[in-house]
Nanobody, 115 residues
Framework: QVQLVESGGGLVQAGGSLRLTCAAS????????MGWYRQAPGKQRELVAR???????NYADSVKGRFTISRDNAKSTVYLQMDSLKPEDTAVYYC?????????WGQGTQVTVSS
């Protein structure tokens, strides 16, 4: 049974920081591409950042230079460090694992940035 469990969300003022954590189980973590996505009210879910099994990363233009994705294969965990947060970053953030057609999602964690 695959489980992706996010944590670290919360309420923060604009300009602040949060670190999201996603702990995975039930998958061979090291060979999966891991990603963070977000969905704001009334909007489609969008990619925030991805990291491949080899450590290559890509980011949405809106978060480049502010967010950093990283992974710890020994702990089967992926992180999203979010700095210089803006009110428009407010959303539910989801962790996703991907290996060919095998895609799994976490339950999401709420991030709210106040102005």
């Amino acid at each position: 049974q695959v489980q992706l469990v996010e944590s670290g969300g919360g309420l923060v003022q604009a300009g602040g920081s949060l670190r999201l954590t996603c702990a995975a189980s039930g998958i061979i973590f090291s060979i999966n591409t891991m990603g963070w996505y977000r969905q704001a009210p009334g909007k489609q879910r969008e990619l925030v950042a991805r990291i491949t099994s080899s450590g290559s990363t890509n980011y949405a233009d809106s978060v480049k230079g502010r967010f950093t994705i990283s992974r710890d294969n020994a702990k089967s965990t992926v992180y999203l460090q979010m700095d210089s947060l803006k009110p428009e970053d407010t959303a539910v953030y989801y962790c996703r694992s991907e290996r060919y057609s095998y895609i799994y999602w976490g339950q999401g964690t709420q991030v709210t940035v106040s102005s």
